[in-house]
C-alpha cells in the first residue's frame, strides 16, 4: 500500500497548488516528488519532498559543480584536452555519446555537452578526471543533503542490459512492475544503490548554487550559465518561455524516469527553483502528455510563488 502523500505549503494557498499538481500527476498515473522555493522570500510549496529518487542525469548538476569546483581551485584546466574512443565510450543518444569517430575536447567543453545535451560520454569523461567517490565525498564536505553520487552513467545502461539483455521494452516493464516495491531488478533504480537525491536537497542545492553559498563564485557562475544553454524544452520549460523569463535547467530521462531541475527568473527579480522528479506506471517510451504535466507543474508553482 501507498504512504499517504505528505504536502508542503507555507499557506493554505500553495498547499491548493500542491494538491492541484499531484492530482494532475495521478491522472496521468504519475508518482513522484515535485518542490518550488521562492529563493528570495523562502515560500514554498510541494509534495513527497523527502522521497529519495534514482537522479538518470539530474546528477550531472552536482557532477558538473564539483568539476567546476576543481577549475576554480585551479586543480583541473578547463583547455585539458580528452580523446573518446567510439568504442568505449558511454552509451547514449546525444553528444559524444553518438558519435561514430574518436575526438578531441577540452574539459570545459565536455562540461558543456553534458548539460546541453546530456552527454553520458562526456559525463563518463569528466568522471574519469573527478572519479565517482570524489564527487560523492565532495557532496558530503559541502552538506548536500541526501544527494549521493554511487556510479558512472553509463552503469544505468549497464543494469538494464544485465537485467532484460537488449530489450528495453523489457527492462521498463520491469522498472514499473518493480516501482514502489522493495526489491528492484534494475539495481540503478534502487535509490540506496543508484545516483541519488530528493526534490528537498536538489532545490537547496540549486538555492546554493544561485545565491553563491556552494564551492567559489567562479564555479556557480559557470553552473548557471551552463545550465542555462539546456536544448530540452519539452518539460519544465515548456510552460515557461517567455521574452520577461530565463530558464535554466537539467532533465534526466531513464525508462520510466522523466525529471527536470532548475531555476527560473523573470524581468521583475522573482526566482524560483523547482525540483520535479516523476515516475511513469505507462508502457511506453514517449509520454508528452507527461512532459506537458511537468511543465503546467513549474508555470502553477511559479505563478503562486512569483512577489
Known amino acids: 500500500m501507498s504512504a499517504a502523500v505528505v504536502y508542503v505549503g507555507d499557506d493554505s494557498a500553495l498547499t491548493d497548488v500542491a494538491e492541484a499538481i499531484a492530482a494532475d500527476w495521478a491522472a496521468l498515473g504519475v508518482r513522484g ?30 557532477l558538473a559543480l564539483v568539476v567546476l569546483d576543481r577549475i576554480a581551485a585551479g586543480d583541473l584546466d578547463p583547455g585539458h584536452p580528452v580523446t573518446l574512443d567510439p ?10 555519446a553518438a558519435f561514430r569517430h574518436a575526438a578531441t ?49 553509463n552503469h544505468m545502461y549497464e543494469c538494464a542490459a544485465g537485467a532484460a539483455g537488449n530489450d528495453f521494452s ?8 518493480d ?16 545516483n541519488s537525491g530528493s526534490a528537498a536537497a536538489l532545490v537547496e542545492l540549486l538555492r546554493r548554487v544561485w ?29 515557461l518561455r517567455a521574452d520577461t523569463l530565463r530558464w535554466s535547467g537539467k532533465t534526466g530521462t531513464f525508462l520510466h524516469l522523466r525529471h527536470e531541475i532548475g531555476v527560473v527568473e523573470a524581468a521583475s ?10 515516475r511513469t506506471g505507462r508502457r511506453a517510451g514517449v509520454a508528452a502528455d507527461v512532459d506537458w504535466a511537468i511543465g503546467v507543474a513549474g508555470r502553477s508553482a511559479f505563478e503562486a510563488l512569483r512577489r
Open 87 to 96: 568504442a568505449r565510450t558511454s552509451v547514449g543518444p546525444t553528444g559524444l
Open 179 to 194: 516501482d514502489g516495491t522493495d526489491r528492484q531488478t534494475i539495481e540503478t533504480l534502487d535509490p540506496a544503490c543508484a
Open 105 to 153: 575536447v577540452a574539459v570545459g567543453d565536455l562540461l558543456l555537452s553534458m548539460l546541453s545535451v546530456s552527454d553520458n560520454a562526456a559525463a563518463d569523461a569528466l568522471l574519469d578526471l573527478v572519479p565517482v567517490a570524489e564527487v560523492d565525498a565532495r557532496l558530503r564536505a559541502w552538506g548536500c543533503g541526501e544527494l549521493r553520487m554511487r556510479h558512472r552513467m
Open 33 to 62: 516528488s515535485f518542490l518550488a522555493r521562492n529563493l528570495d522570500t523562502g515560500e514554498q510549496l510541494g509534495f513527497g519532498v523527502q522521497e529519495l529518487t534514482p537522479l538518470a542525469s539530474v546528477a550531472k548538476v552536482p
Open 211 to 239: 545565491c553563491d553559498e556552494i564551492s567559489a563564485p567562479a564555479a556557480t557562475d559557470e553552473l548557471r550559465r551552463l545550465m542555462g544553454l539546456q536544448v530540452f524544452t519539452q518539460r519544465l520549460a515548456s510552460e
Open 170 to 177: 523489457l527492462a521498463l516493464e520491469l522498472a514499473i512492475r
Open 269 to 278: 527579480g522573482d526566482r524560483v527553483a523547482i525540483a520535479a522528479l516523476s
